[in-house]
């Protein structure tokens, strides 16, 4: 009787320390939000003239531009050079206000990142009545102003999902009136307590309201790595806030280059003509269903003109072998990680076109004119991106040169199928051809 007592107590205890555990585990994940947060200081772009005894700053009254950015914030690509970081997700925390029905009511609003944010955060179904966070995040996807909604908020004011929610949203300092669509309930969500007042989750990219030429826009922003050109880049779309319709679209944001506050726009024009990289480029005056007369897109050429069909140059297998070994050169004889998205950054180009030509060694040279040959062939996918879509049967193209020397007579450093063939064709690192058998191809690839 006593041995069964002392098993049934230590299997209970067992038992209530494991739930226990699970208990705290996600108490201090639901208060984090992930495995690390991490509370940022952005950089303010606003000049102050003294400090407060509380060491408050003070504004001066030479302010930038209203529209201008007041903070700037370290792109979320620096964090993951850090080691051991594996992801990150940007989340901005605003207080809000809601007014409805003469009422006015205190939140907090997340302003979150939908395609980085799944990866990094601590969410269980429950939260949101069984609905996992992809399909929130989806949402969100589907119109970028709208909204989570917490669900007491959505049944105490009666509304449902679809309906328009105005917020006045506290951002930089400064109030901002957005009108949102509620796009799905939540009870709870990371960082988020209900007993704190109504709480909302909405898309990050919702940057600012402005007033416009046109009337109120909302400003969406995108923001990504461009790994050909090894740089952070953005682009922001320009909503107008009644009709949803584009009104604009800024190439870069205004996050990496905000033309209404560069110095340098004020410069006087040059004397004499060069070129030159673009820094930005602002598509604007757009315009939706507009009547068309039919005779601008007749392909019928003029009167006295006749039409000559010129064949785009096709590249041969001995070309991209040769590109293949240009490139093994640059690298220090052995061939490149990678070939797509591309093999050679245009930042590494761009370098080398900046140095004068008898400060190039032989293989940058050799790069160099070979891109530039094939650019004004107007081949703009290279020897190889051509080569695999006029000749190869589709998804046959394997590289697996990473790591292989110039040289090595028995690494492959690729494989195709040619149109028309039964076998494949591979490339060895000593640049060498040879027909070879499906069964032949290295496993695991």
Not at 175 to 199: C, K, M, S, V, W
Not at 234 to 253: C, L, N, Q
Not at 276 to 291: C, G, R, T
Request: some cysteine.
């Amino acid at each position: 009787m006593l041995l069964t007592l002392t098993l049934s107590l230590a299997a209970f205890t067992s038992s209530m320390a494991l739930t226990l555990d699970g208990h705290l585990h996600d108490q201090v994940y639901y208060q984090l939000g992930a495995d690390l947060n991490l509370a940022e200081l952005g950089e303010s772009t606003e000049q102050t003239e003294e400090r407060t005894l509380l060491g408050q700053p003070v504004v001066s009254q030479e302010k930038a531009e209203k529209d201008a950015p007041s903070w700037l914030f370290l792109p979320v690509s620096e964090h993951l050079r850090v080691e051991g970081v594996q992801a990150a997700a940007r989340v901005g925390d605003y207080h809000v206000t809601a007014n409805i029905g003469g009422r006015t009511q205190a939140g907090r609003l997340l302003g979150v990142d939908r395609t980085d944010f799944p990866v990094v955060a601590f969410f269980r179904p429950d939260f949101a009545t069984g609905e996992p966070l992809g399909g929130l995040m989806n949402r969100l996807a589907v119109d970028p102003a709208g909204i989570l909604v917490s669900h007491d908020f959505m049944a105490r004011n009666g509304l449902n999902v679809g309906d328009a929610l105005r917020l006045t949203v506290n951002a930089e300092g400064k109030n901002h009136e957005i009108l949102f669509t509620i796009a799905g309930p939540l009870r709870l969500f990371p960082t988020l307590y209900p007993q704190d007042g109504p709480f909302f989750v909405a898309n990050l990219e919702l940057v600012r309201k402005i007033d416009s030429e046109s009337g109120q826009v909302n400003i969406f922003r995108t923001a990504f790595r461009d790994i050909a050109n090894n740089e952070d880049w953005s682009y922001d779309f320009w909503i107008d806030a009644k009709t949803r319709e584009m009104v604009e679209v800024h190439v870069p944001g205004a996050d990496i280059y905000d033309p209404e506050n560069d110095p340098t726009m004020d410069n006087s024009p040059e004397n004499a003509w060069s070129t030159s990289k673009p820094i930005s480029s602002i598509e604007h005056d757009i315009s939706f269903n507009m009547e068309l007369d039919d005779s601008l897109f007749q392909l019928q050429p003029p009167e006295g003109y006749t039409v000559i069909n010129i064949a785009r140059e096709q590249v041969t297998e001995k070309e991209i072998v040769d590109y293949l070994g240009i490139l093994a050169d640059y690298y220090d004889k052995t061939f490149p990680e990678r070939l797509s998205p591309v093999a050679v950054t245009s930042d590494k180009l761009n370098a080398i076109g900046a140095k004068p030509k008898n400060n190039r060694t032989a293989a940058e040279q050799k790069l160099l004119e070979t891109h530039n040959y094939y650019k004004m062939a107007n081949l703009n996918m290279l020897p190889i991106g051509h080569f695999i879509k006029d000749h190869t049967v589709e998804n046959s193209f394997r590289y697996i040169g990473k790591g292989v020397n110039l040289g090595d007579q028995d690494r492959i450093v690729c494989w195709y199928k040619l149109k028309d063939s039964n076998t494949y064709r591979a490339v060895y690192g000593d640049l060498s051809v040879k027909d070879i058998r499906a069964d032949e191809l290295p496993i695991g690839y």
